[in-house]
């Protein structure tokens, strides 16, 4: 007795990518933001930056800020390059010590990246 084989067909598969509602986040962008973010994810760095802003006039010496984050002035040092060229600081060189002062506007910029491209249904 032979079977008769019925044609297999294949039902139709369901979507499975919904459309974007609003741009996502630039390679280049998130790039940048990376940098960022990961130059701050380090609590000596947070608090070189509260420092920093809680200082007269929002500038500070290196001098100022090795007590009280018990670090090395070299160690200091190197964290304030890392903020530097992640562009939350600027140094001005003043005879044998540099004063750092926060970038205006760069906290803020990171916050609307983050507010902007990590909401959901963000425009």
């Given amino acids: 007795m032979a079977l008769d084989l019925l044609p297999v067909v294949a039902a139709p598969a369901p ?10 986040i630039s390679d280049d962008d998130a790039q940048q933001l990376a940098r960022t973010l990961k130059a701050l994810a380090d609590p000596t760095r947070l608090r070189l930056l509260s420092l920093i802003a809680a200082h007269a006039g929002g500038e500070a010496c290196v001098c100022d800020l090795t007590e ?4 090395s002035q070299p160690t200091v040092s190197h964290h304030l390059k890392q903020l530097t060229e992640a562009g939350l600081l600027t140094r001005e060189k003043r005879g044998v010590w540099a004063y750092f002062t926060i970038v205006p506007g760069a906290v803020e910029a990171v916050t609307a990246h983050l507010g902007t491209h990590l909401r959901v249904g963000a425009a």
Avoid: D, F, K, Y
């Avoid at 979507?15 to 996502?24: D, E, G």
């Avoid at 009280?68 to 670090?71: I, M, T, Y």
């Fill in 68 to 71: 009280p984050v018990g670090l």
């Fill in 15 to 24: 979507a499975c990518c919904t459309p974007l509602t609003s741009p996502a």
